[in-house]
């Protein structure tokens, strides 16, 4: 038969339950916010190589991720879209 918890341990689970809820919770709302902005990464990456072989020129520099904790954003500096 198991022992019953003595008080101290008793009194320990429930913070140390809602401490482990809220980590899980913030884990997965940073890899959410991660999936978000690769996902527009290479959503755009995919969308310049369209047009690059469309015969248009595209060309951006480094992606800034941003937005983070309320938003997902991405920057692409000094785009650049021309016909060929």
């Known amino acids: ?23 899980l919770g913030l884990l997965g709302h940073v890899w959410l916010w991660h999936a978000t902005v690769r996902g527009i990464e290479e959503g755009m990456a995919r969308w310049a190589a369209e047009r690059q072989a ?14 983070w904790p309320f938003s997902a954003s991405v920057r692409f500096p000094s785009l650049l879209i021309a016909s060929a």
Not at 54 to 67: D, F, K, L, Q
């Open 1 to 23: 038969m198991p022992r019953p918890l003595d008080r101290r341990a008793s009194g320990l689970l429930l913070p140390a339950t809602v401490l482990a809820v809220l980590l």
């Open 54 to 67: 469309a015969g248009w020129i595209v060309s951006y520099g480094r992606p800034e991720r941003g937005g």
